[in-house]
């Protein structure tokens, strides 16, 4: 939570004054901070998005301002207590409202608002979760909804029509075949293809960059489903990693590596086309 908290605002910093944050270089500043603070009982270190606020509002530059920012808090604990003690907290919030709000970045919600995108519901669950729950449950909370509307749009179908003619229709995939769409996947090429009326139905795999095991299975049921109702099974333009992990299992010889094609044929009956 230290280092979410820390390098958020390193990075709203750095997009205000024209600088760039190295991430590492944060977690290994926190992290050897907090671990050398433990011998001295310090408190755990983070960033501060109220006092980072002000500092900057106040044209500080440099990690200098916090050694002066020590010597007048204890000179205010040791001697101003009693004069600060009647400054009122509404005073206090109002510095700090002012000075964080040039730091609101209004174009970017904007932009998503108009956008409709679910980017834009993420922000209000985290601004809204942020804002009404400590800190340690909105932040997890918004990287949950973020998370389960990933994996939401990663199990939607990536098929897209590319080519169909007497001979064939060809479809092409867009993302990764593992665990999260190998359920559906064979019945919806086996239902989509069925409308064409043809023999061949081939998978263009040309944009995919992961299969596992679920994947793997997909495409086996696929290849028994379209067996099944008289169509043959193809694949084109499988990326060479692809197309090892597929030989490795074995999966090319039960498949028929004749039906492996280096791009999509007018007719995979006629065309010869060699395995990539």
């Known amino acids: 939570m230290s280092y979410l908290e820390t390098i958020t605002i390193a990075k709203g910093f750095s997009r205000k004054n024209g600088y760039k944050v190295e991430a590492n270089q944060e977690l290994i500043?926190?992290?050897?901070?907090?671990?050398?603070?433990?011998?001295?009982?310090?408190?755990?270190?983070?960033?501060s998005f109220s006092r980072s606020a002000?500092?900057?509002?106040?044209g500080?530059?440099?990690?200098?301002?916090?050694?002066?920012?020590a010597i007048i808090i204890i000179i205010s604990l040791i001697y101003l207590t009693p004069a600060l003690f009647w400054v009122p907290t509404s005073a206090l919030a109002a510095m700090i409202i002012c000075s964080s709000l040039p730091l609101f970045d209004w174009e970017t919600i904007l932009r998503?608002?108009?956008?409709?995108?679910?980017?834009?519901?993420?922000?209000l669950v985290s601004f809204l979760g942020c804002l009404f729950l400590p800190v340690q449950y909105g932040i997890p909370l918004s990287i949950v909804v973020s998370?389960?509307?990933?994996?939401?749009f990663n199990t939607q179908s990536g098929l897209k029509l590319e080519k169909s003619n007497e001979h064939l229709v060809a479809w092409s995939y867009k993302g990764s075949l593992f665990f999260l769409m190998a359920n559906n996947f064979p019945e919806e090429i086996y239902v989509r293809s069925r409308v064409f009326q043809v023999d061949n139905v081939i998978l263009d795999l040309k944009e995919v960059l992961y299969i596992d095991d679920s994947g793997l299975g997909a495409l086996e049921e696929t290849l028994e489903l379209l067996n099944k109702n008289n169509m043959e099974f193809h694949?084109?333009?499988?990326?060479?990693?692809?197309?090892?992990?597929?030989e490795r299992t074995e999966f090319t010889t039960r498949m028929g590596k004749k039906r492996i094609h280096d791009s999509i044929p007018e007719d995979p009956n006629e065309s010869i086309f060699g395995i990539i």
């Open 29 to 47: 500043a926190i992290g050897l901070s907090n671990f050398f603070g433990s011998f001295v009982s310090a408190y755990p270190l983070a960033g």
């Open 54 to 58: 002000v500092l900057s509002s106040t």
């Open 60 to 69: 500080v530059k440099t990690p200098l301002a916090g050694i002066f920012t």
């Open 112 to 123: 998503l608002y108009k956008a409709k995108s679910w980017e834009f519901v993420v922000f």
């Open 147 to 152: 998370f389960m509307l990933d994996l939401y």
């Open 235 to 246: 694949l084109a333009c499988v990326p060479p990693n692809i197309l090892l992990h597929l």
